[in-house]
């Protein structure tokens, strides 16, 4: 089993910055994909930003040079470092890992940003 650890979230006004962290642990024996999807309200589950264990990153494009996402694969542990937040980002942001050669996928519980003035 993986446990994901989320921190970070919170509010902030428009144009502000704010930071999440997630850190794994538990029974990860493969080079993991790991990354952020967020859902807001009414809206589907959809893709932030995924990185695998070696630095390849895919960003959507809503996000793409605003948000940074960082990986410390001895900590099993990414970062997002979200800039020139904007109302729309409002959402509840999941951390997400996924283990390609099990074809397992886990969640964390989730954090609230809200971007408000």
């Known amino acids: 089993q993986v446990q994901l650890a989320e921190s970070g979230g919170g509010l902030v006004e428009p144009g502000g910055s704010l930071s999440l962290s997630c850190a794994a642990s538990?029974?990860?024996?493969?080079?993991?994909?790991m990354g952020w999807y967020r859902q807001a309200p009414g809206k589907e589950r959809e893709l932030v930003v995924i990185?695998?264990?070696?630095?390849?990153?895919n960003y959507a494009d809503s996000v793409k040079g605003r948000f940074t996402i960082r990986r410390d694969n001895a900590k099993n542990t990414v970062y997002l470092q979200m800039n020139s937040l904007r109302p729309e980002d409002t959402a509840v942001y999941y951390c997400?890992?996924?283990?390609?050669?099990?074809?397992?996928?886990?969640w964390g519980q989730g954090t609230q940003v809200t971007v408000s003035s």
């Open positions: 997400h890992l996924h283990l390609p050669m099990y074809g397992k996928t886990y």
């Open positions: 538990g029974s990860i024996f493969s080079s993991p994909v």
């Open positions: 990185i695998s264990s070696g630095g390849s990153i």
